[in-house]
């Protein structure tokens, strides 16, 4: 039990769609009906009823080449026009787009109209400073609204971001801006994080300082933080005082569908992070039209909010692309949860009448562990729908969600995606769905998948498989940047033409889809994928470190902790002690890779479990870390290596 909720079998309550809202809604029976009836007709009328087309297109699917997949290739548009400029012409010039909240307590609220000016005056400025289609800009930005002008006045000249999420660092920020070989980097002095300014800038000063001249020509550096910053005359420029006296006039050129939009690095099972890469037309049209329908969207007078930040593939698709192409009005928050104090989102929800909230289960696992309380001491009854994303949700924090914030009455959608799908794939439609705690039951209409063994055959009802995409669909990554061969082998070497997606799935008797979590050596923290290559290359690099092994272990909170287990070099056993070791390796994975990769754990041992072969077993390593009983051992080389590991835990 947890905070009072009980804990129920999983299947054993349903919620049907409230009679009151089935009326209203958005979706209805007839949007799978018409996918089934014809997918293709489909995607090709949502395209035609969510996106404003310069040339429309008389193409959809364009499967010739598999697995490069061309949607509605014919067609050109222009991004940036259908998330501002049209709905000013339509006459909500004046409907606010963004109700900004600093982390201090500063506000702003931006109308569409202001949105659409900003946006134009920032695109003129970037053309002056050399920026041109198919240039790729680095974006580097606190949760501030400069950071979707500078996004959607990237794509407005059809040149490609690439954004990357603050708390990443000064090297992995570098090893982004030269693999997409950015000429312009767009950052801020520093954002609020937790009471107190994070400095931006000195990580981009250091990125670009270390191993040799990088593509970068300016960097535009916005005023927030006001922490001191160094300068670097002729490269960098303040924001502020560049855009001084720009036009705010600016004529949206229309591009090709399948124009690169952006590239967005995730972590995949090498220590190479990879750029995937999505285009303009698809995209536009899945994230348009998951975020009208998944979310009951009515623009007029809804208050939707999503927490995630633009540094990731959620904020790209439900901060900006999909709520700006609909015309919704929006909450963008700067800072944390709990800064001032605990319950600062639920004074957000009250203080804008929040319709539509949408998190991930960490957050609602850890406001669980604070207590009711906090929640309740707040009006939330605005709120008439709640999502989840990022990582399975168990149903006790799905219990919670519902009746804590959402009242007892609030639809839960609980959404399952990825950066590569670059939109909802899997989830509940709400005022159709009868939902079910933990699960997320259904590919959305127009979207095929399926739960399939090592073979490829469908697995039956009740059994887990890997969960396979059988069909193409519009928003899909059309590849890794510069790397088409990786695109091949990580997506679609495995079973021919159906995408493996790298999570896995099992189905219930009721044919719903319950996800359980990656079956690769992908983690996923706190819903923030990182990979045990990438941290354990970045533990070697130490010169403390001889070898390591990185595994996801279970965590009440964050779903997935960091936990490392780390030989010292012999030669530097003496040097430091244990206690010295672990935190500076803690703080030295923090240093090359980001806060967010430093492991939970460190745990010195003698040897790693290995195979004859010299392969590491993780799965036995999990099984400590997780406090279970350790399984089969008998391919290891060296038997006896994982009574003293477990030993060594204790
Ligand atoms: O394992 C799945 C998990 O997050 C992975 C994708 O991570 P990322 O590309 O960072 O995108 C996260 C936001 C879309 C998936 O492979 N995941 C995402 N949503 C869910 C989920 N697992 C279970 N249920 C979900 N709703």
């Not at 050399?130 to 606190?142: A, E, H, Q, S, T």
């Not at 709120?383 to 959402?406: K, T």
């Not at 899909?476 to 940047?481: E, Q, S």
Request: charged share 25%.
């Amino acid at each position: 039990m947890v905070d009072g909720t009980p804990t129920l079998p999983s299947e054993a309550r349903t919620f049907a769609p409230d009679p009151a809202f089935v009326e209203q809604a958005v979706a209805g029976a007839g949007l799978a009906e018409s996918a089934s009836r014809d997918r293709m007709a489909f995607w090709a009328a949502q395209a035609d009823e969510l996106v404003t087309w310069a040339r429309r297109p008389t193409e959809t699917l364009d499967w010739s080449n598999p697995p490069f997949a061309r949607w509605f290739a014919d067609g050109t548009l222009n991004v940036a026009y259908n998330c501002l400029d049209r709905h000013v012409e339509a006459g909500h010039g004046d409907r606010v787009a963004l109700l900004w909240e600093g982390e201090p307590g500063d506000s702003r609220a931006i109308t569409y109209a202001e949105l659409t000016a900003d946006v134009k005056r920032a695109a003129n400025l970037l053309s002056s400073l050399g920026v041109g289609p198919g240039d790729r800009v680095v974006i580097y930005l606190p949760q501030i609204p400069e950071a979707v002008v500078a996004m959607l006045a990237v794509v407005r000249l059809g040149a490609v971001h690439s954004v990357v999420f603050g708390g990443f660092s000064a090297e992995s920020l570098r090893a982004r801006i030269d693999d997409a070989e950015a000429t312009l980097v767009i950052t801020a002095d520093g954002g609020w994080r937790k009471g107190s300014v994070s400095p931006l800038k000195p990580a981009v000063d250091a990125a670009l300082a270390v191993g040799g001249e990088s593509s970068v020509e300016n960097v535009l550096v916005v005023r927030r933080g006001e922490n001191p910053v160094d300068w670097v005359d002729g490269r960098d420029l303040w924001w502020h005082e560049a855009l001084e006296g720009v036009d705010d006039e600016h004529v949206a050129e229309a591009f090709e569908a399948e124009h690169p939009l952006f590239i967005l690095y995730t972590s995949g099972t090498t220590g190479k992070p990879k750029g995937i890469l999505h285009t303009s037309g698809g995209y536009l049209t899945q994230v348009a039209y998951t975020h009208r329908n998944v979310f009951d969207l009515h623009p007029e007078t809804d208050v939707y909010w999503c927490t995630a930040d633009v540094g990731w593939i959620t904020g790209h698709s439900y901060v900006v692309y999909g709520p700006l192409a609909n015309g919704a009005t929006q909450v963008l928050y700067e800072g944390t949860p709990d800064s001032p104090a605990p319950g600062r989102w639920w004074d957000l929800i009250e203080k804008y009448g929040v319709t539509i909230f949408y998190t991930a289960p960490t957050a609602i696992r850890g406001f669980m562990k604070a207590g009711r309380e906090i929640p309740q001491a707040r009006d939330l009854s605005s709120l008439r729908l709640l999502g989840s994303v990022g990582e399975p949700i168990n149903p006790e924090a799905w219990l919670w969600y519902r009746e804590v914030i959402g009242s007892g009455r609030t639809p839960i959608v609980d959404t399952w995606w990825q950066t590569e799908t670059g939109a909802m794939m899997i989830s509940p439609l709400p005022g159709v769905t009868t939902t079910k705690p933990g699960a997320a039951q259904s590919p959305l209409p127009g979207v095929l998948v399926d739960v399939v063994d090592d073979h490829g055959s469908p697995v039956a009802d009740g059994e887990s498989g890997l969960l396979v995409v059988s069909e193409p669909w519009p928003s899909m990554l059309r590849g890794i940047w510069g790397d088409p061969d990786r695109y091949v082998e990580t997506y679609w070497s495995r079973f021919g033409d159906r995408y493996f997606a790298g999570d896995g799935a099992r189905r219930d008797d009721d044919g719903d889809i319950w996800l359980l979590g990656r079956v690769d050596d992908v983690m996923n923290v706190s819903g923030h994928r990182l990979s045990t290559a990438e941290i354990e290359s970045a533990l070697v690099s130490n010169p403390l470190v001889a070898e390591s092994a990185v595994v996801g272990a279970a965590d009440e909170t964050t779903g997935q902790a960091v936990v490392a287990f780390v030989v010292l070099r012999n030669k530097k056993r003496k040097s430091v002690t244990p206690e010295e070791a672990v935190v500076r390796l803690r703080a030295h994975v923090a240093d090359r890779i980001g806060a967010i990769a430093r492991p939970r754990t460190i745990v010195l041992v003698d040897e790693l479990p290995k195979t004859r072969s010299g392969k590491i077993m993780r799965r036995l390593l999990r099984d400590v870390a997780e406090g279970r009983e350790v399984g089969d051992t008998t391919t290891l080389a060296d038997s006896a290596v994982m009574s003293v590991i477990t030993a060594e835990m204790r």
